[in-house]
């Protein structure tokens, strides 16, 4: 069974750092593109990024780009979202999904989500 | 970018009614197109992708149509466990793109 699980819900400070997780099993973890999705409170669903476990290579929706850093360890089959400073803007549930095929593809399966939450 | 366009935003249908769904690209996005559906607290769940195909365990209830610019999602019947937010999500051009979303509720 495809399974990816996310680490659990964050409260931190503006300015603060964060890494959050992802970590899939069931299915050749190396194969297949993992994107990350932010949905805001109360807000849709917005594409951030995607990742290919098997070899890093990242790519980033312009509006994200500088913002967050992507990566994977492929050795543990996770997949991270990372901010360097967080902002109040911030504060929304972060989805890591799979991709289906390729960079151009939707997504089969979901991460049950980060809740993020940014406040001084 | 692709800029996709749902509408409405909120459709009220009782319980065994039809619901349309329509989803409107910026720029034609050929068959590329997907449809989720969001419970409230839970991660979308993938219902159509290639436009019109059901992803496995869909119910047939479910269909998707159009091609291009234009599509629509139809729920034939409701059924008290369809009341949902629904996103379209074009993956023809980078970066994938998600509408912002339909709300079903029960009328």
């Known amino acids: 069974e495809v399974q990816l699980v996310q680490s659990g819900a964050e409260v931190k400070k503006p300015g603060e750092s964060l890494k959050i997780s992802c970590k899939g099993s069931?299915?050749?973890?190396?194969?297949?593109?993992i994107g990350w999705v932010r949905q805001m409170p109360g807000k849709g669903l917005e594409w951030m990024g995607i990742?290919?476990?098997?070899?890093?290579?990242?790519r980033y929706s312009p509006s994200f780009q500088g913002q967050v850093t992507i990566s994977a360890d492929k050795s543990i089959s996770t997949a991270y979202l990372q901010w360097s400073s967080l902002k109040a803007s911030d504060t929304a549930m972060y989805y890591c999904?799979?991709?289906?095929?390729?960079?151009?593809?939707?997504?089969?399966?979901w991460g049950q989500g980060t809740l993020v939450t940014v406040s001084s | 970018e692709i800029v996709m366009t749902q509408s409405p935003a909120t459709l009220s249908v009782s319980p065994g009614e039809r619901a349309t769904l329509s989803c409107r690209a910026s720029?034609?996005?050929?068959?590329?197109l997907a449809w989720y559906q969001q419970k409230p607290g839970q991660a979308p769940r993938l219902l159509i992708y290639g436009a019109s195909t059901r992803a496995t365990g869909i119910p047939a209830r479910f269909s998707g149509s159009g091609s291009g610019t234009e599509f629509t999602l139809t729920i034939s019947s409701l059924q008290s466990e369809d009341f949902a937010v629904y996103y379209c999500q074009q993956y023809n051009n980078w970066p994938g793109a998600f509408g912002q979303g339909t709300k079903v509720e029960i009328k």
């Open positions: 990742i290919y476990p098997g070899d890093s290579d990242t």
């Open positions: 999904a799979r991709l289906v095929t390729g960079t151009m593809a939707y997504f089969d399966y």
């Open positions: 720029q034609s996005v050929s068959s590329n």
């Open positions: 069931g299915y050749s973890f190396t194969s297949y593109w």
